[in-house]
């Protein structure tokens, strides 16, 4: 049988304030205080045991599972990578894979875990690849390729810049999705183990090697996090077999660009007995039934350990999380169930040497740190060179965009390009002496502006129902559009953060921004249905983080923009333009 393998990234380096005072959730149920000894022995024996090179649920645990858990014991997903399975898959007919439960399982569950997502409400017939990425960071030739697979489409093809500095490309078809996985592997990327119950893309400091301010260059501890996950991309069965999906981000910037406070392990940066390592935080995590922010495990690794712990924390989800109701099954369900000390425990007895130590005083990321904006041109610690960040409205961007990004960070720059959270690329080791003429290339000019208006800068938006079939509302298009008239309508004295999700999934983390729109339907004022949104406000991100709140549910989407206006004059210091001048 033939094997298609998926192999991978880069490679590390070692390192170099911060008082993690990141809170519960927003409706944290206080962990119970118990201790190690007082949990049911039964509750910690582990649900999962290895077969066949598999990790699969053990038969004395498979009652009242969730739906998504019987499709991966009918079948591993894994199988599709690394036994050829997607060869063989790819060459049948559409009509014959739907005339089977087990391949059409296939093309809508399995092939998630390749990250291939049908999108079969939309797009029937077509599926959008996700990426490995590590901390955001791509070449012009990576870009290059891309930019080939989704031209092909035409019209059905285009590329999003996501929430975790990765690249999603659609309208790909089942027929070339070997060719493309090879073509992948040629030019050093993956889609591996990017959908469903697995590692997402590990995600740290958009301008890391290059800030003049950085506490250390997370690149090396991202890449060594993705290599291991994905066992150098060939495929680690030992955690493609997890309750839920599981973030994973690395802070290097008092900035906190990496939302530690969204993200089930987050490595802060702190020093203990001279050491550099970094503090833990566990947990966090958006669904629709409940938002959590990571609190303290009360642990401290050395930046050598960030492997084993990273290890001991996904075996102790893997092997204790529950498996039923899918709402319920993060890691932060798993962690208020046992308490924070039993969980604690169970990491600690999965390190070598069974030792894990309490948390470093001496935290590196500064508390009163007013986080910096990377968009626009910024002297980097490379003397004579500089970064510039180009805002990508709502993170869309065609294959003739890809191409021209591609150029530009030859010609302009070191052939490098990165992503960010907020949907934005920065193009990094630009000679000062080269910076003028960039920014006269039309691409920036026309396109993707270094100096966008207040408003649109901190622009975020989800797929939307163009493409996603659980997405209520569309969202990209309406984002920009509601955001051009409500810029005709006041002036804003500083950036006003909002975000657009389609729905109560939260992709697009409503719940951190200033402004946040949750797509639904609801009702107008002659009482029929339409699109709509609950909107939420106060989401903070950095040092103080804090998630928003309900501000009104139920809004028709053609009602949104006076009720932005009036949230950005009555709390965001905004101006009438008539007043203004």
């Known amino acids: 049988m033939s094997t298609l393998r998926f192999p991978g990234t880069a490679a590390p380096t070692p390192p170099v304030r911060r008082r993690s005072r990141i809170h519960a959730t927003t409706d944290q149920v206080a962990a119970p205080s118990s201790s190690p000894a007082q949990a049911e022995s039964s509750r910690l024996e582990p649900r999962v045991e290895e077969r066949g090179g598999y990790w699969v649920l053990k038969e004395g645990f498979r009652q009242g599972i969730n739906p998504q858990e019987k499709v991966k014991l009918e079948k591993e997903p894994m199988s599709l990578a690394m036994e050829g399975g997607i060869s063989e898959l790819a060459k049948i007919p559409l009509d014959e894979i739907e005339a089977s439960k087990l391949t059409k399982d296939d093309i809508d569950v399995r092939l998630k875990w390749l990250g291939l997502f049908h999108r079969r409400k939309h797009q029937y017939g077509r599926f959008m690849m996700r990426l490995k990425l590590p901390n955001g960071v791509t070449t012009s030739e990576q870009t290059r390729y891309l930019a080939s697979v989704i031209r092909k489409y035409g019209e059905e093809g285009c590329a999003d810049v996501t929430t975790r500095q990765n690249w999603q490309i659609r309208g790909v078809v089942l027929p070339d999705v070997p060719e493309i996985i090879e073509g992948l592997n040629q030019v050093g990327l993956t889609s591996l183990q990017s959908g469903m119950d697995n590692v997402r893309n590990p995600v740290g400091n958009p301008i890391a090697g290059i800030d003049p301010e950085e506490i250390v260059d997370t690149r090396p501890y991202t890449n060594l996090l993705s290599l291991f996950i994905t066992a150098n991309s060939r495929g680690n069965p030992a ?125 590196l990321v500064q508390k009163q740190w007013e986080r910096r904006d990377y968009l626009g041109v910024h002297p980097q610690k490379q003397e004579g060179y500089s970064f510039v960040g180009l805002h990508v409205p709502v993170g869309r961007v065609q294959a003739d965009d890809m191409d021209e990004l591609a150029r530009l960070a030859d010609e302009y720059g070191s052939g490098e390009l990165r992503l960010t959270v907020e949907q934005n690329i920065i193009i990094p080791n630009i000679e000062n002496a080269k910076l003028d003429t960039l920014l006269k290339e039309p691409l920036l000019i026309n396109r993707f502006s270094p100096t966008p208006p207040l408003l649109m800068k901190g622009l975020v938006a989800c797929t939307g129902n163009q493409f996603c079939g659980q997405a209520i509302i569309e969202t990209k298009a309406r984002a920009l559009k509601v955001t051009e008239e409500v810029e005709r309508r006041v002036a804003v004295i500083r950036p006003v953060r909002m975000h657009w999700t389609g729905c109560p999934n939260t992709c697009g983390q409503v719940q951190v921004a200033d402004i946040g729109f949750m797509g639904c339907m609801t009702r107008d004022e002659n009482g029929k249905m339409c699109e709509g949104a609950d909107v939420f406000v106060g989401g903070r991100i950095g040092s103080d983080s804090h998630l928003a709140d309900v501000y009104k549910k139920g809004v028709p989407c053609k009602d949104l923009v006076p009720l932005v206006v009036d949230i950005l004059i009555n709390h965001f210091g905004a101006v009438p333009r008539e007043v203004e001048e």
């Open 239 to 363: 955690f493609t077999n997890l309750p839920r999906k599981w973030n994973v981000c690395v802070v290097g910037s008092h900035d906190l660009y990496e939302h530690p406070h969204i993200n089930d392990l987050a490595y802060m940066p702190a020093v203990k007995d001279g050491k550099f390592g970094f503090n833990l935080l566990v947990g966090g995590f958006f669904s629709p039934k409940r938002c959590a922010e990571a609190i303290p495990l009360d642990a401290w690794v050395p930046a050598d350990d960030i492997i084993p712990v990273c290890k001991a924390v996904l075996e102790a989800y893997r092997d204790l999380g529950s498996r039923g109701n899918r709402q319920k099954t993060r890691m932060m369900w798993l962690i208020d169930e046992l308490g924070i000390e039993i969980f604690r425990s169970e990491v600690a007895k999965r390190m070598p040497g069974a030792n894990l130590e309490r948390s470093a005083e001496e935290e």
